[in-house]
């Protein structure tokens, strides 16, 4: 009996080349890209996502809440720091939160504009008619997130007399407000209606709009992954 002697053919002689290549590449020659995975987390972060319209509400939520309890903090800190440098007539200047520096850093940030309203205003400027609804206590349903428009988001939230520090010039006069120091607030503001509060009793109300890039921006912010350190390998 005769054999005959076929030479190989193309699919052989793939799968021997690939048999000579593969112990020349072992795993410890294998060069991996540096931070990788934080490319490939960057890289998706700069994809255009859509943002659906309860995700921009949320955001427009985020913004308010971000601001005006910003905005509510330094207040608390600049009339300690007022009140016991020089008592009232140091810290009167001071009680306008929705001008600090910082609270106008973070609304240009969020592209919002903040204001305070309220139905017995110091400063006449700060006059709105509002409802027991809109003074009810300050809960996560107190919280008016709305859509005015395409570009534009509406917040609102009460404002609750909550540090007792704020008695000394929304209190009641002769009881928590000083007859000397009502003397220097009817001085600056005449028409004042602004005292007889008490502690925990709702002042007024925040109002902020919000552009919508802003809010967009900062939802994009808050949902973005951010990678974790990583050890280092020696």
């Given at each position: 009996?005769?054999?005959?002697?076929?030479?190989?053919?193309?699919?052989?002689?793939?799968?021997?080349?690939?048999?000579?290549?593969?112990?020349?590449?072992?795993?410890?020659?294998?060069?991996?890209?540096?931070?990788?995975?934080?490319?490939?987390?960057?890289?998706?972060?700069?994809?255009?996502?859509?943002?659906?319209?309860?995700?921009?509400?949320?955001?427009?939520?985020?913004?308010?809440?971000?601001?005006?309890?910003?905005?509510?903090?330094?207040?608390?800190r600049q009339l300690a720091t007022r009140l016991q440098a020089g008592g009232v007539?140091?810290?009167?200047?001071?009680?306008?939160?929705?001008?600090?520096?910082?609270?106008?850093?973070?609304?240009?940030?969020?592209?919002?504009?903040?204001?305070?309203?309220?139905?017995?205003?110091?400063?006449?400027?700060?006059?709105?008619?509002?409802?027991?609804?809109?003074?009810?206590?300050?809960?996560?349903?107190?919280?008016?997130?709305?859509?005015?428009?395409?570009?534009?988001?509406?917040?609102?939230?009460?404002?609750?007399?909550?540090?007792?520090?704020?008695?000394?010039?929304?209190?009641?006069?002769?009881?928590?407000?000083?007859?000397?120091?009502?003397?220097?607030?009817?001085?600056?503001?005449?028409?004042?209606?602004?005292?007889?509060?008490?502690?925990g009793e709702a002042m007024g109300v925040w109002q902020v709009s919000l552009q919508?890039?802003?809010?967009?921006?900062?939802?994009?912010?808050?949902?973005?992954?951010?990678?974790?350190?990583?050890?280092?390998?020696?």
């Amino acid at each position: 009996m005769r054999f005959r002697f076929r030479a190989p053919g193309p699919a052989f002689s793939t799968v021997a080349l690939l048999l000579l290549l593969l112990p020349a590449c072992r795993p410890d020659q294998i060069e991996h890209i540096k931070n990788g995975k934080q490319i490939a987390t960057t890289l998706e972060n700069m994809v255009v996502k859509r943002i659906l319209p309860a995700a921009l509400l949320r955001a427009a939520r985020w913004a308010g809440d971000s601001l005006t309890y910003s905005a509510d903090r330094e207040l608390r800190r600049q009339l300690a720091t007022r009140l016991q440098a020089g008592g009232v007539a140091a810290a009167l200047p001071y009680c306008r939160p929705e001008a600090y520096a910082s609270t106008d850093s973070l609304a240009r940030i969020l592209k919002a504009t903040p204001r305070r309203r309220t139905s017995r205003p110091r400063n006449p400027n700060n006059q709105a008619r509002l409802t027991a609804t809109q003074l009810r206590p300050d809960t996560t349903t107190a919280h008016l997130v709305r859509r005015l428009d395409a570009e534009t988001f509406s917040y609102q939230r009460p404002i609750t007399l909550s540090d007792a520090l704020c008695l000394r010039c929304h209190g009641e006069v002769g009881k928590d407000i000083s007859t000397a120091d009502y003397a220097l607030i009817k001085k600056q503001y005449p028409a004042d209606q602004a005292t007889g509060y008490r502690l925990g009793e709702a002042m007024g109300v925040w109002q902020v709009s919000l552009q919508r890039d802003g809010v967009a921006e900062l939802y994009t912010m808050k949902t973005r992954k951010v990678m974790k350190k990583r050890k280092p390998l020696f």
